[in-house]
């Protein structure tokens, strides 16, 4: 079960920040209950999720390919994907960003706020990470050779979610 009380925001005194955590929330909300919908009604909605979430990402990553001057560089891959909105809305610190690896932690998430708020809880909130994840997923099948990791996340009770990108070796 999450520790929900690990998932508060401490950065609060950007309106602009808030306006855009609302979004998130709101967004992450329908899918959230639109996913349970699923599942109460005995479809395969992990399935479902995953895969509509990962070609979501497939878009956003195209996306991003577009803007950067040499789709090998993980610095400049790192700072397109980690603009400074996102960096605020989720209270991310990259720990490390070279040419090689992109290590990121995520000290709040506002799609784990939408959830609880809805009275998602244990096994259901961690598969919803994962599956919402799948649009990180996704994002990096666009770049040969980068991989996504995913490690410990605030929806399975931890402080921090742990994201990674590294390069595919040779």
């Known amino acids: 079960m999450c520790i929900c009380h690990n998932n508060q925001p401490k950065n609060t005194d950007d309106p602009v920040t808030n306006k855009l955590r609302k979004a998130f929330t709101h967004r992450a909300l329908w899918m959230g209950l639109i996913l349970k919908e699923v599942k109460d009604r005995g479809m395969d909605w992990e399935e479902i999720g995953h ?63 939408a959830w609880t708020q809805a009275g998602i809880e244990g096994e259901m909130l961690s598969k919803l990470c994962d599956i919402a994840m799948s649009g990180d997923r996704g994002i990096g099948s666009r770049f040969e050779n980068f991989e996504f990791h995913l490690g410990k996340t605030i929806a399975q009770g931890n402080k921090v979610c742990e994201v990674a990108f590294t390069r595919k070796k040779a």
């Open 51 to 113: 895969a509509a979430i990962f070609k979501t990402g497939c878009m956003h990553g195209d996306g991003i390919k577009e803007v950067l001057a040499s789709v090998d560089s993980m610095v400049e891959f790192g700072k397109t994907f980690l603009n400074e909105d996102v960096i605020k809305i989720f209270e991310m610190d990259i720990k490390k960003l070279d040419e090689n690896e992109l290590t990121v932690e995520f000290g709040y998430c506002p799609l784990v706020t």
